[in-house]
Each structure stands twice: as C-alpha cells, then as structure tokens.
C-alpha cells in the first residue's frame, strides 16, 4: 500500500482540553507516526504519515474522538514524512 503523510490543523476550541494527549493516546491504535503540537494562533497542528489507509482511519478517529466536537474547522495538505518512529507531542 501507499505511503501518505497528510499536515491537519484544527480550529475551535482545540487547546485547553487535552486534545493533544487524546490524539497521542488515539495514535497508539493505529500504523501512524508523527506529533501533533499547539499552535501560537489558538490551533492545533498534526502531522500523520502511514499507509493511506491508517492515516484516513487515525484522522477520523481524531475528527470523531470525545474532542472532534470542539474542532470548527480542519484543513489538511500533503507533507513531508517527519522523522521518527513513533507519535509524540510537540512543544
């Protein structure tokens, strides 16, 4: 299958409420490497890379997860893979 590393930001109310530790914990089902960070505008800012497949299935466990409701907004584009071997917070 295809590799895919897909750059997601989320807007709402998407800092504050554990968000990023959520989406860590939600990583760990998934084939998918990468970090999600706060963003200094108030965002959220996450970067996947995978088979295509896990990518979709993570992304829409985060969209649907206990805090997909805070998010207003989400945009995706293609990226670089990061380097690395697993799914962490950055700071």
């Known amino acids: 299958m295809a590799q895919r590393t897909v750059l997601v930001r989320y807007e709402g109310r998407v ?14 089902g998934f084939a ?9 505008d108030g965002s959220v800012s996450l970067i996947a890379t995978g088979e295509s497949g ?3 299935a993570f992304l829409a ?3 649907g ?7 207003t907004r989400e945009t995706r584009e293609d990226a670089l893979a990061p380097p690395g071997t697993g799914f962490d917070i950055r700071y």
């Open 15 to 28: 800092q504050g409420v554990g968000f990023r530790a959520t989406t860590r914990g939600l990583a760990g």
């Open 32 to 40: 998918v490497r990468g970090w999600v960070k706060n963003e200094a």
């Open 65 to 71: 997860g206990p805090l997909g409701h805070h998010v």
């Open 61 to 63: 466990a985060v969209r």
């Open 54 to 56: 896990e990518v979709e």
